[in-house]
């Protein structure tokens, strides 16, 4: 496993990441929230997995984990790209 399965809600009251447990984890992924937020007033569900990738453009597990161990969540910082990948099947 080298991602976090999340469940991404957009709705115009705001934005909801849940984790596969159904836990809130909004405030730990604070830029995929803000991402989330720019797609304006839409409501949608994207069933996807957050993910870290290194330098080469690999999926970084231990990345992903620094990256929540911050103070304030997965935050992007230079390098250390974090995203959202949808689940298409």
């Known amino acids: ?13 705001g934005v909801r990441i849940l984790a596969r ?3 809130d984890w909004t ?6 929230a803000e991402a989330a937020r720019s797609l304006g007033p839409a409501t949608l569900i ?7 990738l290194d330098d080469k453009g690999w999926f970084d597990l231990g990345l992903l984990q620094r990256a929540l161990g911050r103070p304030g969540g997965a935050r992007r910082r230079r390098g250390d790209p974090l995203c959202l990948r949808p689940s298409l099947c």
């Open 27 to 32: 405030h730990r992924f604070p830029t995929i």
């Open 46 to 52: 994207l069933d996807g997995e957050a993910v870290a």
């Open 21 to 23: 447990g159904g836990h």
């Open 1 to 13: 496993m080298d991602s976090y399965r999340l469940a991404l809600h957009v709705e115009p009251a």
